[in-house]
């Protein structure tokens, strides 16, 4: 099973400011990587699909960006409605696997 | 605008079996080329995916769920439904059904879950 690893585990910022995740794969997961935001007791979104694609409707202050093993989500200036967790999947193998999420906070 | 929605009890003990069910609106379960899928996050740990079904009827589980598991399916309704059996209090978890796409895509419409707790 593949096991993904996001850092930091919080990340305390401001609105308006610049933030990027970061997501590593245990092996090569070549560009099949999502990303998603959660807030609670929403339903989850998906934001990012293989690596780089904005899903619909997804606004381009977000972008991502990596390949093979390394991965990152950028917030280009956050809006307050970025506060969130943020999860990344790989889905090149069996069982699709989630990292434990980056949580932004204000 | 697509819809799910997951249903079932909240409380189910152990050794018996969780069933749970997600009611698809604004798409129909058996027309289009997606995989309806079940994930579950146990309170501060990851997502986990369980398992999809495809518009054919065709499964995909996770082997770590040992054979305890089995989705389907049910066209008349538009659902889909997950069963899990032989459940102890490591399922409790918030469970999620979710509307997936190639493996090149992702996730792109998700239930808002339904917290099951299994206990005594």
């Known amino acids: 099973e593949i096991l993904l690893t996001q850092s930091p585990a919080t990340l305390s910022l401001s609105p308006g400011e610049r933030v990027t995740l970061s997501c590593r794969a245990s092996q090569s997961i070549d560009s099949y990587l999502a990303w998603y935001q959660h807030k609670p007791g929403q339903a989850p979104r998906l934001l990012i699909y293989d690596t780089s694609n904005r899903a619909t409707g997804i606004p381009a202050r977000f972008s991502g960006s990596g390949s093979g093993t390394d991965f990152t989500l950028t917030i280009s200036s956050l809006e307050p409605e970025d506060f969130a967790i943020y999860y990344c999947q790989q889905r090149n193998y069996w069982p699709y696997t989630f990292a434990q999420g980056t949580k932004l906070e204000i | 605008q697509v819809q799910l929605q997951e249903s079932g009890p909240g409380l189910v003990k152990p050794s018996q079996t969780l069933s749970l069910t997600c009611t698809v609106s604004?798409?129909?379960?058996?027309?289009?080329?997606?995989?309806w899928s079940w994930l579950r996050q146990p309170a501060g740990k990851a997502l986990e995916l369980i398992g999809h079904?495809?518009?054919?009827?065709?499964?995909n589980y996770n082997s770590s769920f040992k054979g305890r598991v089995t989705i389907f399916l049910d066209a008349s309704r538009n659902q889909f439904s997950l069963r899990l059996s032989s459940v102890t209090a490591a399922d409790t978890a918030r469970y999620y059904c979710?509307?997936?796409?190639?493996?090149?895509?992702?996730?792109?419409?998700w239930g808002q879950g339904t917290t099951v707790i299994v206990s005594s």
């Open positions: 079904v495809y518009t054919s009827g065709s499964t």
């Open positions: 979710a509307r997936d796409g190639s493996a090149l895509y992702g996730m792109d419409v």
């Open positions: 604004g798409d129909s379960i058996t027309s289009n080329f997606f995989y």
